[in-house]
């Protein structure tokens, strides 16, 4: 299984809004509403920040967003802070019964 | 809450097999579903597999030949077996809970492991 497509990195000055693109094929992210967003910080475990393509689990900021349009997925930070700085990953069920994860995004606060 | 406790071997080499085991805490294991999940040195995630209550695998096509995942439901804990290791498994690995089996909703500490000569 190919992994899904994450820019490289995507930046932004603090209160912007940026977005993440995940893109995959009809296989996984395109068939299924079983895409999520995992946040990782140096040296730390990933974090859940969205699942079923825009549920945030309990604790998780509201300026996270995410959305699904056909093959491709979104997440959506609002109101960028220097907390947010991390790296992004995205993954999704497939139609073998496994998870793919996406190639990862770097966010940079500027 | 749940929480996940892994532990296993951080140093092997090459041809080795590699074991870890996560050990769930503080809630339900029976009706989950558990993974591994790895990532090399400054690379990205891999999933790796997972298992269910049931003892259902399932596994990624490119560590099927050599992956098993079990669980022991009387010590609530699951196991990693990866054999014949080489360099490229070098990578910290991570054990999660499945949120009815489509996202990791709580994640272990992870463990590096060193495949070296």
């Known amino acids: 299984q190919s992994a899904l497509t994450q820019p490289a990195s995507v930046s932004g000055s603090p209160g912007q809004s940026i977005t993440i693109s995940c893109t995959g094929t009809s296989s996984d992210v395109g068939n299924y509403d079983y895409v999520s967003w995992y946040q990782q910080h140096p040296g730390k475990a990933p974090k859940l920040m969205i699942y079923?393509?825009?549920n945030r689990p309990s604790g998780v900021s509201n300026r996270f967003s995410g959305s699904k349009s056909g093959n491709t997925a979104s997440l959506t930070i609002s109101g960028l802070q220097a907390e947010d700085e991390a790296d992004y990953y995205c993954s999704s069920y497939t139609s073998s019964s496994t998870l793919v994860f996406g190639t990862g995004t770097k966010v940079t606060v500027l | 809450q749940v929480q996940l406790q892994q532990w296993g071997a951080g140093l092997l080499k090459p041809s080795e097999t590699l074991s870890l085991t996560c050990a769930v805490y503080g809630g339900s294991f029976s009706g989950y579903y558990w993974t591994w999940i790895r990532q090399p040195p400054g690379k990205g995630l891999e999933w790796i597999g997972e298992i269910n209550h049931s003892g259902i695998t399932y596994y990624n096509p490119s560590l099927k030949s050599r992956v098993t995942i079990s669980l022991d439901t009387s010590k609530n804990q699951f196991s990693l077996k990866l054999s014949s290791l080489t360099a490229a498994d070098t990578a910290v690995y991570y054990c999660a809970k499945l949120g009815y089996q489509y996202y990791m909703d709580v994640w272990g500490k992870g463990t590096t492991v060193t495949v070296s000569s």
């Open positions: 079923d393509v825009s």
